[in-house]
């Protein structure tokens, strides 16, 4: 099932429809394509401008789990040349890896599809669903079973 990407700048024209607040279980499936890019500013000359452009990209992560699986959504722009505690990309490549990410690597857009992590959804004042922050997955203690995961021998049963 194929859904359209969905995003705080995009207009869906007619009834809007995407995930509510939460926090959902997803994957990246893809990368856009990396753009020199600065939030447009009436107040800045040309040159001011573009001085203060950066290379972003936006990533496109499919929901897993719940009503919204198969869902996309996708990020806004996140600067992915800097790596520092306060940015997304930081928060990104944190909840992606894990206990494997290292703050001093260099990690690249196109390496992510196929990473999971959990996304933070607000639906923001205009309806529409935005990505707002990244968790990583949640490791399921030794023995536990899912919610959802079924019991393959009668003598597993616990009573």
Known sequence: ????????????GGAIDGPED???????????????????DASLSPEQLEAKKKWVTRFVFEIEDGDWAGHTLRTKRINFTTLHE????????KALLGDDFDPDEKYRPSESPGHR??????VKDNG????TGFLPIRKRKPGARAVNE??????????
């Open 86 to 93: 306060k940015s997304k990309n930081y928060e990104l490549w």
């Open 150 to 159: 079924q019991i393959k021998d009668i003598d597993d049963i616990p009573f």
């Open 117 to 122: 992590c959990q996304i933070i959804v607000k």
């Open 1 to 12: 099932m194929s859904f359209e990407i969905r995003s705080f700048n995009e207009s869906a």
């Open 128 to 131: 529409y669903s935005d990505i």
């Open 22 to 40: 939460g926090v959902y279980n997803a994957v990246i499936k893809s990368v856009e394509d990396p753009e020199f890019w600065a939030f447009p």
